[in-house]
């Protein structure tokens, strides 16, 4: 069974330009979680679907961050426009629902913003 | 606020020796609790989790963990490291969120 897909894994822009990241679930999994991974930090959420409903998005930055997950399966993060300090490391996971209390992570998207 | 310490950045141990990493919670109830590993590279994956019940818990790779309300910890041990246990090592509390600690860094010599 194939992992949680994410891509690019890297990707390296200039500051005020726009990048987005994509993430595909493991297939069945309801609930799809975009982190934010700072060097030397734990991931902390930036939001929550169940299904295409984004049910957590309290700390999202709304004003340069953006996302989606049409019909359900597969999700997009956006950033417009980057800012230096957005250089991290952004994970998707996934699992069958919120009560699972087991998430799946995929590789991650390193991004270095110049 | 839920909270997740882990006051270890990093730990050094031989191949051989045994392992434990610290972890401590702040949460009202009995939280879900969970131990993730990382490798460089790679995204985390589930070491173990505990819910409720036998508070001395299971998990892959020969590690376990023991939750311990008293003491607000749940701390993970390994009795024998191996070398490709190097990585980083997160532990997290669920309340109606996953909430990470900083992590610990573990370094094995041969």
């Known amino acids: 069974e194939a992992g949680v897909v994410q891509s690019p894994r890297y990707k390296i822009i200039e500051k005020k330009q726009p990048v987005a990241f994509w993430c595909n679930p493991i297939?069945?999994?309801?609930?799809l979680y975009w982190y934010l991974q700072n060097l030397g930090q734990g991931p902390e959420l930036l939001i929550r679907?169940?299904?295409?409903?984004?049910?957590?998005d309290s700390q999202l930055p709304k004003d340069r961050f953006s996302a989606e997950r049409l019909k359900g399966v597969d999700s997009t993060l956006k950033i417009q426009p980057a800012e230096l300090g957005d250089s991290a490391v952004y994970l998707c996971?996934?699992?069958?629902?919120?009560?699972?209390?087991?998430?799946?992570f995929g590789e991650g998207s390193r991004l270095t913003v110049l | 606020a839920q909270s997740v310490t882990q006051p270890d950045i990093h730990i050094t141990v031989s191949e051989g020796a045994s392992l434990e990493l610290r972890c401590n919670y702040s949460?009202?109830?009995?939280?879900?609790l969970f131990w993730y590993v990382q490798s460089p590279g790679q995204g985390l994956q589930l070491l173990l989790k505990?819910?409720?019940?036998?508070?001395l818990v299971q998990g892959i790779k020969g590690f376990e963990a023991e939750f311990k309300r008293s003491q607000s910890s749940f701390n993970l041990r390994k009795p024998s490291v191996h070398w490709s246990d190097a990585a980083e090592y997160f532990c997290?509390?669920?309340?109606?969120?996953?909430?990470f600690g900083t992590g610990t860094r573990l370094q094995v010599f041969p």
């Open positions: 996971a996934s699992s069958l629902d919120q009560t699972s209390g087991e998430l799946f």
């Open positions: 297939s069945g999994h309801n609930t």
């Open positions: 679907y169940e299904n295409e409903e984004a049910v957590d």
């Open positions: 949460y009202g109830a009995t939280p879900y």
């Open positions: 505990y819910f409720s019940g036998d508070t």
């Open positions: 997290a509390v669920d309340t109606d969120k996953l909430i």
